[in-house]
């Protein structure tokens, strides 16, 4: 944009608004940014963006009731699982959520505990076709020796899940 006398107008902002610009409050940062009285009113403009931010208020401690203190114990401390206080569902889980709490107590192997076969892709497959809450009733098994388990005959011997989590036996 030009202005009346011909030269450029390096200042993109519109000439109704009253505005200043001002040095970013970081010690270490030279750059300018453009504030207007309600934002500095409330004090908004004080950096010129999310890293100078982030560098000036680091070491800050805004609450000193809710700080770490040196010799007390953290009160989560061993606590996940069915420790954990998120933990509301007991052994009523459904498909997805049961898969993920299996998974995580259960390591994968690096080998098929069916055929014994080397492989990086298994399958997490329940023995009992019955989905307890317990590792036991688990195994790791790879693709060919999951699909002989569950589809014996050609029959389906597993339950099969509804769009909505429920178990359909078939």
């Known amino acids: 944009m030009r ?6 107008n390096h200042d993109p902002r519109p ?7 001002k040095k970013c409050d970081w010690k270490d940062c030279n750059n300018q940014i453009w504030t207007v009285p309600f934002r500095a009113k409330r004090n908004q403009d004080k950096y010129c ?19 770490f203190k040196k010799g007390h114990k953290t009160w989560n401390k061993g606590k996940f699982g069915t420790q954990s206080h998120v933990w509301k569902k007991g052994d009523n889980l459904d498909y997805v ?9 259960l390591p994968k192997p690096n ?6 076969k080397k492989t990086t892709r298994l399958d997490l497959s329940n023995k ?11 195994g790791w098994l790879c693709r060919s020796c999951h ?17 909505n989590g429920k178990r359909i036996t078939i």
């Open 3 to 8: 202005d009346s006398k011909g030269k450029f």
């Open 15 to 21: 000439e109704k608004i009253k505005g200043w610009y």
């Open 49 to 67: 963006g999310r890293k100078c931010r982030g560098l000036a208020e680091r070491g800050i401690v805004w609450n000193l009731n809710t700080t």
């Open 97 to 105: 959520t049961l898969h993920k709490h299996i998974k995580f107590y």
């Open 111 to 116: 080998n098929c505990q069916s055929c014994n």
């Open 128 to 138: 009992s076709y019955k989905y307890l809450n317990d590792i036991s009733d688990w």
């Open 147 to 163: 699909n002989k388990k569950d589809w014996r005959n050609g029959n389906p011997q597993a339950k099969i899940f509804d769009k």
